[in-house]
């Protein structure tokens, strides 16, 4: 069964260094999106993406923030300079996009711990 | 107007029991309603889903309940396993295509 994968599963950066968080989503899929979830609270959206462009944003999702869809499989957030409160679980999630589905698959995460 | 409230925040069951935790929202655009399971260090896991024109939806031992008109719907876990502990948001998105937002999560225990 295919799936959404996420790399790497745990990142670890001092305060003010970029990351770029890596998703491959589920091949087919036309929607992707980032969310985020901090240790014991709900899921948060960041940013949807479809057709190349930003869809959708969320406060969260500042200036420091960017997305990015290098290739035709990979799908990448990047902080540009961390600060302790982006420590956080970072899910990718996809969806087909078509006809009727509205399932979104999530990947397994990376944790994010800035320091 | 966004928010998506959920509750219980806990819940403790005896195996082979009900499980039963309910959703209310404000925003009468939503019209996609997901339930995740979530277990300890994983990604939230797609359950079962419903949209305002059933009331009812049920797999196997997971069933969805929607009142559209107090704009509310529940999960029942019927026949709970120590298996199905874990934490469990509802969820709501406009249009289908769009994001999702998340209820505060109810974290499940069926004792044994």
């Known amino acids: 069964e295919p799936e959404v994968t996420q790399t790497p599963s745990h990142q670890v950066t001092q305060m003010g260094q970029e990351v770029i968080l890596r998703c491959v989503p589920i091949s087919n899929h036309l929607y992707f999106y980032w969310y985020r979830q901090i240790l014991g609270q709900k899921v948060e959206f960041l940013v949807s993406?479809?057709?190349?462009?930003?869809?959708?944003k969320s406060e969260i999702f500042d200036d420091q923030f960017s997305v990015e869809r290098p290739d035709g499989s990979n799908f990448t957030l990047k902080i540009r300079s961390t600060k302790l409160e982006d420590s956080a679980m970072y899910f990718c999630?996809?969806?087909?996009?078509?006809?009727?589905?509205?399932?979104?698959?999530f990947g397994p995460g990376t944790r994010l711990t800035v320091t | 107007q966004q928010q998506v409230k959920q509750s219980p925040q806990s819940l403790i069951v005896q195996k082979g029991g009900i499980s039963i935790i309910n959703c209310a929202y404000e925003?009468?655009?939503?019209?996609?309603f997901p339930w995740y399971q979530q277990f300890p260090g994983k990604g939230p896991a797609l359950l079962i889903a419903?949209?305002?024109?059933?009331s009812e939806k049920k797999e196997g031992r997971f069933t969805i309940s929607f009142n559209k008109s107090a704009k509310q719907f529940s999960l029942h876990i019927m026949d709970s396993q120590p298996g199905d502990s874990a934490t469990y948001f509802c969820?709501?998105?406009?249009?289908?295509?769009?994001?999702?937002?998340f209820g505060s999560g109810t974290r499940l225990q069926v004792q044994p």
């Open positions: 419903i949209r305002p024109d059933v």
């Open positions: 999630a996809s969806q087909r996009g078509s006809g009727s589905s509205y399932e979104q698959y």
């Open positions: 925003n009468t655009a939503f019209d996609y």
């Open positions: 969820a709501a998105s406009k249009e289908g295509r769009r994001a999702l937002t």
């Open positions: 993406f479809y057709n190349n462009e930003i869809s959708e």
